[in-house]
């Protein structure tokens, strides 16, 4: 009796080993990504930080609740981050369609 249990657990292990192999092998493959669009001449960001992350942040989750309240970027930035400066880049952003 113990070795008809220890052939069908090596049975089984066969089995499940070869379901597993075929569900891999017709698996999809991953996207590749797209090359970023090239950065336009002349441009510099400057972002300056610090911290361990989670001295100061922002949470993604109170965000969202402050602009359902109805405040501005500016506003909730203002909230998480002290001594900010926010303004505009000069550069045109495409709109996300957000």
Do not use: C
């Not at 090239?38 to 989670?54: D, F, K, L, R, V």
């Not at 359902?68 to 930035?77: F, H, N, S, Y």
Request: hydrophobic share 40%; proline share 8%; net charge negative.
């Amino acid at each position: 009796m113990k070795r008809l249990v220890v052939w069908l657990a090596v049975g089984l292990a066969v089995v499940a080993s070869g379901v597993v192999g075929l569900t891999m092998a017709h698996a999809p493959t991953p996207a590749h990504a797209q090359q970023p669009p090239p950065e336009p001449e002349g441009i510099t960001y400057a972002i300056h930080g610090g911290g361990w992350g989670h001295g100061t942040g922002m949470s993604q989750f109170g965000a969202y609740g402050m602009g359902l309240e109805g405040r501005t970027w500016t506003q909730i930035l203002g909230w998480y981050f002290t001594n900010i400066d926010t303004g505009q880049l000069g550069v045109d952003v495409p709109d996300p369609g957000v």
